[in-house]
């Protein structure tokens, strides 16, 4: 017999800092089964916050994962793309975990942090990665999944280090751009990265769970500004910076989406022999910077067209730009038409808008 009773969808999940979003005027949204902010005040201004001076996003909802043992590393090193035996204590590398065809399971950030081996991975990927990880064990490792037992919080922009200067310690001030370390802060450690998803220059903190409405409300008292996942998206956008479910999935590999650079083909990881075959496809359409004419922005889908209409790929992702006042799109085209100023069209909710190909990334912040 069919089942015939309605089930209400699950409620959405919550960080540590659900009830602070609320509190200080958070527009909460569904974003990958957790209810986060969307934005505070506006998506422009604090965009804007974080171009010209700092500001801060919970991302309490990307899954942290700590793997330890004596082959922490050897199974690392088979489930991700990037090369990780010459990774220094403290040094943190952008890979990805590909399925074995080649395609993309997620988008990762691993560390190797003095007392384990660290994995930072998108909310909505959580469960699949540590699944393939367990599917393809390694003997005397563990993982230990600390995200419900701790926050993540960016702190990002030009003016970062003003703000941690009075509560984190100079050596985190002198971490060269991707490097981390552990801060003991009364009694408990504090994971600090030197990463983000802006564009801009800043730390990414994890710090047990109990501490973080004080440490947001900190971060808020020395001049950071409170950001949510719209501004988040338009800073990573500008910043040419791929998003699993946009840019990135199953059925696209890396070299398509201009990731070849965390791809080492010279070790054996899952994927790396259809990856081999799939570096030399000219066939596969390619992941391409858009800007538009007027101030019409397009939205994930749009068709993109030659000049005689035909359509040679589809829109990913697409905003108007706060900080080059104009609207920008990113797009896998078809690659004979990947050329840095071919004029291109968009159909947005059925009107030709005309645009051209743009490298990426759009926006690069000011050397320090």
Same mark, same amino acid.
């Given at each position: 017999?069919?089942?015939?009773?309605?089930?209400?969808?699950?409620?959405?999940?919550?960080?540590?800092?659900?009830?602070?979003?609320?509190?200080?005027?958070?527009? @909460?949204?569904?974003?990958?089964?957790?209810?986060?902010?969307?934005?505070?005040?506006?998506?422009?201004?604090?965009?804007?916050?974080?171009?010209?001076?700092?500001?801060?996003?919970?991302?309490?909802?990307?899954?942290?994962?700590?793997?330890?043992?004596? $082959?922490?590393?050897?199974?690392?090193?088979?489930?991700?793309?990037?090369?990780?035996?010459?990774?220094?204590?403290?040094?943190?590398?952008?890979?990805?975990?590909?399925?074995?065809?080649?395609?993309?399971?997620?988008?990762?950030?691993?560390?190797?942090?003095?007392?384990?081996?660290?994995?930072?991975?998108?909310?909505?990927?959580?469960?699949?990665?540590?699944?393939? @990880? @367990?599917?393809?064990?390694?003997?005397?490792?563990? *993982?230990?999944?600390?995200?419900?037992?701790?926050?993540?919080?960016?702190?990002?922009?030009?003016?970062?280090?003003?703000?941690?200067?009075?509560?984190?310690?100079?050596?985190?001030?002198?971490?060269?751009?991707?490097?981390?370390?552990?801060?003991?802060?009364?009694?408990?450690?504090?994971?600090?990265?030197?990463?983000?998803?802006?564009?801009?220059?800043?730390?990414?903190?994890?710090?047990?769970? $109990?501490? +973080?409405?004080?440490? $947001?409300?900190?971060?808020?008292?020395?001049?950071?500004?409170?950001?949510?996942?719209?501004?988040?998206?338009?800073?990573?956008?500008? $910043?040419? @910076?791929?998003?699993?479910?946009?840019?990135?999935?199953?059925?696209?590999?890396?070299?398509?989406?201009?990731?070849?650079?965390?791809?080492?083909?010279?070790?054996?990881?899952?994927?790396?022999?259809?990856?081999?075959?799939?570096?030399?496809?000219?066939?596969?359409?390619?992941?391409?910077?858009?800007?538009?004419? +007027?101030?019409?922005?397009?939205?994930?889908?749009?068709?993109?067209?030659?000049?005689?209409?035909?359509? *040679? +790929?589809?829109?990913?992702?697409?905003?108007?730009?706060?900080?080059?006042?104009?609207?920008?799109?990113?797009?896998?085209?078809?690659?004979?038409?990947?050329?840095?100023?071919?004029?291109?069209?968009?159909?947005?909710?059925?009107?030709?808008?005309?645009?051209?190909?743009?490298?990426?990334?759009?926006?690069?912040?000011?050397?320090?």
């Amino acid at each position: 017999m069919d089942d015939c009773q309605s089930h209400a969808p699950a409620p959405a999940m919550q960080t540590p800092l659900h009830a602070w979003h609320v509190a200080n005027k958070g527009r @909460m949204v569904d974003f990958a089964g957790f209810s986060m902010p969307v934005q505070y005040t506006s998506i422009i201004s604090e965009h804007l916050a974080v171009r010209k001076s700092a500001g801060f996003f919970d991302v309490s909802h990307m899954g942290r994962l700590l793997i330890r043992g004596e $082959a922490a590393m050897e199974w690392l090193d088979r489930i991700v793309t990037c090369r990780l035996s010459d990774l220094a204590v403290g040094q943190v590398r952008y890979g990805l975990v590909c399925n074995e065809q080649g395609g993309v399971i997620d988008d990762v950030l691993v560390t190797r942090w003095p007392d384990a081996w660290g994995l930072v991975v998108n909310a909505s990927n959580h469960e699949a990665v540590v699944a393939w @990880m @367990m599917a393809h064990p390694v003997a005397d490792t563990t *993982i230990e999944d600390v995200t419900s037992s701790t926050v993540m919080l960016a702190l990002q922009g030009p003016e970062w280090w003003r703000v941690v200067q009075s509560f984190l310690p100079e050596s985190i001030l002198a971490l060269p751009y991707y490097r981390g370390a552990i801060v003991a802060k009364d009694g408990t450690k504090w994971r600090i990265s030197r990463t983000g998803y802006t564009g801009e220059y800043g730390v990414e903190i994890v710090a047990p769970a $109990a501490v +973080g409405e004080a440490l $947001a409300n900190s971060l808020l008292q020395l001049g950071a500004v409170a950001c949510g996942l719209g501004a988040r998206d338009t800073l990573r956008l500008e $910043a040419g @910076m791929p998003l699993y479910g946009h840019e990135l999935d199953e059925q696209t590999n890396p070299f398509q989406a201009g990731l070849g650079r965390s791809v080492d083909l010279s070790k054996e990881f899952y994927g790396c022999k259809a990856l081999e075959a799939l570096r030399g496809d000219v066939h596969a359409p390619v992941r391409v910077g858009l800007i538009l004419d +007027g101030r019409r922005a397009s939205r994930q889908g749009d068709q993109v067209l030659d000049g005689t209409g035909i359509q *040679i +790929g589809r829109v990913t992702s697409g905003t108007f730009s706060p900080t080059l006042e104009r609207p920008i799109a990113m797009a896998y085209i078809r690659r004979e038409m990947a050329v840095t100023g071919q004029s291109v069209s968009l159909l947005v909710r059925d009107t030709h808008v005309p645009g051209q190909v743009t490298g990426l990334p759009f926006y690069k912040r000011q050397a320090r």
